[in-house]
T-cell receptor, first 114, second 115 residues
Framework: GQQLNQSPQSMFIQEGEDVSMNCTSSSIFNTWLWYKQDPGEGPVLLIALYKAGELTSNGRLTAQFGITRKDSFLNISASIPSDVGIYFCAGPVYSGGGADGLTFGKGTHLIIQP | AAGVIQSPRHLIKEKRETATLKCYPIPRHDTVYWYQQGPGQDPQFLISFYEKMQSDKGSIPDRFSAQQFSDYHSELNMSSLELGDSALYFC??????????????FGPGTRLTVL
């Protein structure tokens, strides 16, 4: 099946720093999604990207849909303690049946050092 | 705003028992998805339903079945439980099938522990 390679696996940063993570695939995706998950909670949708080259912001978060349709990145500016969590990239696996399930990257653990 | 509701939030079962997880989608959402997330893993898609019909199937074991009811809520039935079924189970919902992708909103999950 389609796999998403997400990096880095974890990031240790200082409060106030900018963060960048990315996701690549060997297959083309028509939609890229970025979710954040806190421990024991469900993933929360941060940004959805639908067009190659699209750059979308949501507050301090900015994500881009790569031109090749095989990659995406997520940037977080001026990190704050509540940014701690696991960030997942995801994309729908089109099967032709509609209501397509998502395939997820392995996640990036964001840890903010005091 | 109303979110996806899942019940129960926690469930403990013995091996070989059965379990039923319930999902109530966001009002007006007609599509539900089920995911399984093992410890330290990413969510794995199991199955989805649109307008009460199975729509897409992922890595759902044959021991599991699911359905969507007339009020759009969904139930995931799990039989002959194994230790490896211990995981977080998420339901997500979306609105409609427009031919393009519909954003999925996740519930808080049910933590299943099999002893």
């Amino acid at each position: 099946g389609q796999q998403l390679n997400q990096s880095p696996q974890s990031m240790f940063i200082q409060e106030g720093e900018d963060v960048s993570m990315n996701c690549t695939s060997s297959s083309i995706f028509n939609t890229w999604l970025w979710y954040k998950q806190d421990p024991g909670e469900g993933p929360v949708l941060l940004i959805a990207l639908y067009k190659a080259g699209e750059l979308t912001s949501n507050g301090r978060l900015t994500a881009q849909f790569g031109i090749t349709r095989k990659d995406s990145f997520l940037n977080i500016s001026a990190s704050i303690p509540s940014d701690v969590g696991i960030y997942f990239c995801a994309g729908p696996v089109y099967s032709g049946g509609g209501a397509d399930g998502l395939t997820f990257g392995k996640g990036t653990h964001l840890i903010i050092q005091p | 705003a109303a979110g996806v509701i899942q019940s129960p939030r926690h469930l403990i079962k013995e091996k070989r028992e059965t379990a039923t997880l319930k999902c109530y989608p966001i009002p007006r959402h007609d599509t539900v998805y089920w995911y399984q997330q093992g410890p330290g893993q990413d969510p794995q898609f199991l199955i989805s339903f649109y307008e009460k019909m199975q729509s897409d199937k992922g890595s759902i074991p044959d021991r599991f079945s699911a359905q969507q009811f007339s009020d759009y809520h969904s139930e995931l039935n799990m039989s002959s439980l194994e230790l490896g079924d211990s995981a977080l189970y998420f339901c997500a919902s979306s609105l409609g099938q427009s031919g393009g992708f519909n954003e999925q909103f996740f519930g808080p999950g049910t933590r299943l522990t099999v002893l």
